[in-house]
T-cell receptor
């Protein structure tokens, strides 16, 4: 059983398109996150939700919009994709602010 | 906010040798310090963690030490094996995780 899952694993799209990445966790956690990992491997937090409420919103363009339909899901929608959005996006979850468990990542390539 | 620095950025060791990765943090209120291993094409996986009320923790070939006074913590891997080759991240947390920049460890057979 996968603890934190993401779909799709790979996403290749054209500049200007809109795309979504889905994340689900079956760990019973109440907090979920989105991270962006660039080509230099640096992990940068984008958003955090606790019990479906946004608690962390780093300096991220408003083209990025997270949505949490319930505690087990946190989706990321990206409008008007740009070349600089190419990266690996990781979803993670935790119980409150304790240990975070990461998903396998979604490699986004914008052409 | 918190600032976590991690060194070295790359580390190459011979199989069987030890590897040490060091991190420093700036916020003395941080109280939780996990270490993650990221293999190629996968997400970061927790390998060991330590809380601020403990100075050292060991799990088989992996150990972590914490010096709260100096605000630094280290990951020690003994008897390294080729499958230890990966990128390792440290993090410091109070209510939010702050990650180091990662160390690429290469274990040569």
């Amino acid at each position: 059983d996968t603890a934190v899952s993401q779909t799709p694993k790979y996403l290749v799209t054209q500049m200007g398109n809109d795309k979504s990445i889905k994340c689900e966790q079956n760990l019973g956690h109440d907090t979920m996150y989105w991270y962006k990992q660039d080509s230099k491997k640096f992990l940068k937090i984008m958003f955090s939700y606790n019990n479906k409420e946004l608690i962390i919103n780093e300096t991220v363009p408003n083209r990025f919009s997270p949505k949490s339909p319930d505690k087990a899901h946190l989706n990321l929608h990206i409008n008007s994709l740009e070349l600089g959005d190419s990266a690996v996006y990781f979803c993670a979850s935790s119980l409150r602010t304790d240990t975070q468990y990461f998903g396998p990542g979604t490699r986004l390539t914008v052409l | 906010g918190e600032n976590v620095e991690q060194h070295p950025s790359t580390l190459s060791v011979q199989e069987g040798d030890s590897a040490v990765i060091k991190c420093t943090y700036s916020d003395s209120a941080s109280n939780y310090f996990p270490w993650y291993k990221q293999e190629l094409g996968k997400g970061p996986q927790l390998i060991i963690d330590i809380r601020s009320n403990v100075g050292e923790k060991k799990d088989q070939r992996i150990a972590v030490t914490l010096n709260k006074t100096a605000k630094h913590f280290s990951l020690h891997i003994t008897e390294t094996q080729p499958e230890d080759s990966a990128v390792y991240f440290c993090a410091a947390s109070l209510n939010k995780f702050y990650f180091g920049s990662g160390t690429k460890l290469n274990v040569k057979p």
